[in-house]
């Protein structure tokens, strides 16, 4: 690998693993809102997932779509798990609906469905780190 993508590979998951210590924050102590942690769990995940597919092609797609980047890391990988799609599938909508109004008003957002979200999140990076 080029060493400037190894630095922007490594930027992907230090951002990654900036929006987890907030995400960490809001979850302790409340001070923040379940939809932002929604937000912020489907960033996770998709920095974890730019970081794998720019690990692996040296590039990734300017999107903002789970569903897109899980498709295009199928490319590198012999299996992934249904509970990997799964969790893709609950965080894909929150990049949307978690910051601008939609048909999910956002005090429909509850802290379950925050700390869902989290476990989503956590389970795609788990599944990269492992794969790299």
């Known amino acids: 690998m ?42 996770v995940a998709e920095k974890y997932l730019k ?9 990734f797609p300017k999107t903002h779509s789970l569903l897109k980047l899980l498709a295009l890391a199928k490319k590198y990988l012999p299996v992934i798990t249904e509970e990997l799609e799964n969790r893709v599938i609950l965080l894909n909508p929150y990049y949307i ?7 999910i008003p956002l005090e429909s957002f509850s802290w379950k469905m925050a700390e869902d979200a989290y476990r989503a999140a956590n389970k795609v990076k788990k599944f990269v780190l492992e794969k790299i």
């Open 51 to 59: 970081a794998f597919l720019l690990l692996r092609s040296g590039d």
């Open 97 to 103: 609906e978690a910051r601008y109004p939609t048909d």
């Open 2 to 43: 080029q060493r400037n993508k190894k630095i922007l590979f490594q930027e992907w998951i230090k951002r990654a693993k900036d929006d987890e210590l907030n995400i960490l924050s809001v979850l302790k102590h409340r001070d923040g809102t379940p939809a932002l942690v929604c937000f912020m769990s489907h960033q």
